[in-house]
């Protein structure tokens, strides 16, 4: 079977990389010696000190595997090409205006691996972003969410 592409930004690479360095250098250290002081306090059976640190390092373990495999499947977009469009791309950033209640919105099309709604950075395979992408300037697109369908102006990309 093949693994899924995974869509990033330098900006996103670059976090990724971050971060599975700081897993694997300093997170690693830190509870490999959790784990040290967990075990000088002997019988391991009942000791949730090291039933945590163990619990930590899978985790850590599991998420360094994650962006070693998203890594390995990365496709970097260049965000210079996707600025000189006049199309809605993963790297564009969109204004978007409800047609309902007028309220004007901007987003940042991303690969899912970057996706963070909080930060307007939303992901291709979102309903909007879905909706959004292959679309120009004064389009109008309609997005099913769960509380219904939100009709969109795009009112600018970038």
Known sequence: MAEKEVILTLAGLAKLEGEL???????????AERIKQALEF????????????KNEQAFIEGRILT?????????VIDEEESKNNDVVTVGSKVKVKDLEDGEENEYVIVGSAEADPMASKISNESPVGKALLGQKVGDTVEVKVPAGTVKYEIIAIE
């Open 42 to 53: 002997g019988d391991i059976s009942e000791n949730s000190e090291y039933d945590d640190a």
């Open 67 to 75: 962006i070693e495999k998203m890594l390995r499947n990365a496709k």
């Open 21 to 31: 360095e700081h897993l694997k250098t300093v997170r690693r250290r830190e509870v």
